[in-house]
T-cell receptor, first 112, second 114 residues
Framework: SQQGEEDPQALSIQEGENATMNCSYK?????LQWYRQNSGRGLVHLIL?????REKHSGRLRVTLDTSKKSSSLLITASRAADTASYFC????????????FGKGTKLSVKP | DTAVSQTPKYLVTQMGNDKSIKCEQN?????MYWYKQDSKKFLKIMFS???????INETVPNRFSPKSPDKAHLNLHINSLELGDSAVYFC?????????????FGQGTRLTVV
């Protein structure tokens, strides 16, 4: 069964604006990861947040994790046209052996 | 240097055929995976291999079989292809000895069954 659900499914913003994507999951996790997929390409890892962490930063990316609500958010600040892509959250379940379960993704479009 | 490479990038074939997709990683990872991405962009894990042993086998048809000649390679064989097998297939790998860390993906193989 699907673990992660991203929200919104699609997001269109202007360059320079911030983009926020949310992810909800159902069961206990070891960590939660965010990936980017450009059209016609493979997935690229962006950031990983462990279950005992609440917030993490990497450049223009900020990820939060609320294990009580089983949700995470990805914030991209000062967006650029090059940020246009699909963004997926993936959860690594407790006790799993590397099995990442992906959501359906948020398609972000940044207009110049 | 490409970390995870898979071939071919595109594969068009007729129903009933048998085909293979190759995957190689040069990262020294012990764990490799195959994912299927359908037309709605939903990614689902199919198989994973750790040190040449299958450790996860999701409920995929037995027409699909992973084969790992060594820990740097995980090939996907598909027998008796069906229209519903059309999708993009991604190979991935993750770091040795550390479960639940980031996965590195190949560029994908777009399989079209006609």
């Amino acid at each position: 069964s699907q673990q992660g659900e991203e929200d919104p499914q699609a997001l269109s913003i202007q360059e320079g604006e911030n983009a926020t994507m949310n992810c909800s999951y159902k069961t206990s996790i070891n960590n939660l990861q965010w990936y980017r997929q450009n059209s016609g390409r493979g997935l690229v890892h962006l950031i990983l947040i462990r279950s005992n962490e609440r917030e993490k930063h990497s450049g223009r990316l900020r990820v939060t994790l609320d294990t009580s609500k089983k949700s995470s958010s990805l914030l991209i600040t000062a967006s650029r046209a090059a940020d246009t892509a699909s963004y997926f959250c993936a959860t690594a379940l407790e006790g799993s052996q590397g099995n990442l379960i992906f959501g359906k993704g948020t398609k972000l479009s940044v207009k110049p | 240097d490409t970390a995870v490479s898979q071939t071919p990038k595109y594969l068009v074939t007729q129903m009933g055929n048998d085909k293979s997709i190759k995957c190689e990683q040069n990262l020294g990872h012990d764990t490799m995976y195959w994912y299927k991405q359908d037309s709605k962009k939903f990614l689902k894990i199919m198989f994973s291999y750790n040190n040449k042993e299958l450790i996860i086998n999701e409920t995929v048809p037995n027409r699909f079989s992973p084969k790992s000649p060594d820990k740097a390679h995980l090939n996907l064989h598909i027998n008796s292809l069906e229209l519903g097998d059309s999708a993009v297939y991604f190979c991935a790998s993750s770091r040795p000895g550390q479960m639940n860390t980031e996965a590195f993906f190949g560029q994908g193989t777009r399989l079209t069954v006609v």
